[in-house]
């Protein structure tokens, strides 16, 4: 597991300290504060390449930069096979790049990273791992396996033929096979899509064009159709992409462990970026249960890490049942300004774990900071309400003008109605 991380000059803080938990790993704050570029952190720490390096087609996960002209450095532990190390690497100027220890380092498992674009990256200790000690030990392997978000559909190519087929060609042989990939492939989506109409079921091989001759995998819709998986729904396709990329990386990472008389992996550690990702609530409130117990359930012996960042209050709401402070944490990433100091700075909090009981009450929370779940103009008109209820002399006309606006932006059924009409009958502004 990715135990901490610790960056000096690097990233939107000056200093940024964090020590993650063995299970689940929370990290919200407002945009920009760098949650996407932790989870890039996280990444290299555990594989010493920057997405964007191995696959150029990327447009996110790029190297690290520093902060202009200071020392930076990246500190960071790792537990693997019964060993932990400590590392600590600079950024040397004159090379523009990380200094890596040298010697092998500890094998932190399989390591899957989703990206918030669609893109994926997969680091696997059968395939990757650095094994390569003197120039006779045969052809490099490849640093990972980063897939840009077609090439998940379509296929990654190497350099000597490809890597992966891609969704649509595995989907569709695998379907063709009827063997343990496609029962897998059927269990995952089953498990991460909601019970009743909206379960995500394989439907008939189907052709979509006259230019392509893959037989395209379809959904069994509600509707009565078969609709190919290319036309389905942004939130559909990213469900889709994350139960064939979880296949995939656990089908190759047993056969390769296989060819190489290794076990397979005893630790994953799953990085995953705005995990309620184009999800309607109803999927949202499932996402990070269900990737837990497909993940455990695919692994059986392995120790699951799971690093998300998010912006949904509901994914916060829906993790109460499971949340263990004993093995998950959360992170809040903030901008604070101290008194006398001149700019704000980003800071990142381990926070307690305080169950919150509804996403309405998360949004209110020091995870998404909002004075209120409402409007704008409804979270104003409630603030002057406030203050007119403590005020024993407010303005009578005031008051009533409040009124007519508190009806155009409150429900009839809203809580605050009761205190207002109680007080505003007392004082007569209500009759
Ligand atoms: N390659 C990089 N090198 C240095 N800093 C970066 C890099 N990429 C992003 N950042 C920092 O991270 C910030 C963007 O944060 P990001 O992680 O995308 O925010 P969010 O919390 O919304 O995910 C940028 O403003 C910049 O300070
Ligand atoms: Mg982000």
Redo the contacts with the bound molecule.
């Keep these: 597991m990715l135990e901490s991380i610790h960056l000096k000059n690097?990233?939107?803080a000056a200093e940024t300290k964090l020590d993650l938990a063995p299970r689940l790993n929370i990290l919200t704050?407002?945009?920009?504060?760098?949650?996407?570029?932790?989870l890039?952190i996280a990444w290299w720490t555990l594989t010493r390449k920057w997405p964007a390096e191995v696959n150029p087609k990327l447009t996110t996960g790029?190297?690290?930069?520093p902060r202009n002209g200071e020392e930076a450095s990246i500190a960071f532990s790792l537990t693997g096979k019964a060993k932990r190390q400590a590392y600590s690497s600079a950024f040397n100027r004159y090379q523009q790049a990380w200094t890596i220890p040298v010697g092998r380092p500890v094998n932190p498992g399989l390591v899957i990273y989703a990206q918030v674009d669609g893109s994926f990256s997969v680091w696997d200790p059968a395939r990757n791992y650095w094994r390569k000690k003197s120039m006779t030990e045969g052809p490099e392997r490849p640093h990972a396996y980063v897939f840009s978000p077609r090439e998940v559909w379509d296929g990654l190519p190497g350099e000597r033929g490809m890597l992966c087929n891609g969704l649509i060609n595995d989907w569709s042989g695998w379907q063709k096979e009827r063997g343990e990939s496609f029962r897998l492939l059927s269990a995952v989506l089953d498990a991460l899509s909601p019970d009743g109409e909206e379960k995500l079921t394989p439907g008939a091989l189907t052709r979509i064009s006259l230019d392509d001759v893959r037989d395209m995998p379809t959904l069994r819709l509600p509707y009565g159709q078969d609709v190919p998986v290319i036309h389905a729904s942004a939130g559909m396709r990213r469900i889709i992409a994350l139960a064939y990329f979880l296949t995939w990386c656990w089908h190759e990472h047993v056969h390769a462990s296989k060819l190489l008389g290794q076990e397979v992996a005893d630790q994953i550690i799953f990085l995953i970026?705005e995990i309620e990702a184009h999800l309607h609530p109803r999927w949202q409130r499932l996402i990070v249960k269900s990737l837990l117990e497909v993940v455990n359930n695919m692994a059986l012996a392995a120790r699951v890490q799971l690093i998300a960042?998010t912006h949904s209050p509901l994914v916060l709401a829906s993790i109460e049942p499971v949340f263990d402070e004993q093995q998950d944490a959360w992170f809040d990433?903030d901008l604070v300004k101290s008194e006398g100091q001149e700019r704000h700075t980003v800071q990142i909090e381990k926070k307690d774990w305080v169950r919150q009981g509804d996403a309405s009450s998360w949004l209110v929370s020091d995870a998404f900071d909002l004075g209120s779940a409402r409007s704008v103009e409804a979270e104003e008109a409630l603030n002057e309400a406030a203050e007119a209820l403590k005020d024993e002399t407010f303005d009578h006309k005031k008051a009533q003008a409040l009124d007519q606006k508190l009806r155009t932006l409150l429900s009839d059924t809203d809580p605050f109605w009761i205190r207002w009409r109680f007080v505003g009958e007392k004082r007569g502004w209500i009759r």
């Design positions: 690097v990233g939107p704050g407002d945009n920009g504060l760098g949650k996407s570029f932790l890039d790029q190297m690290a930069r970026d960042a990433f």
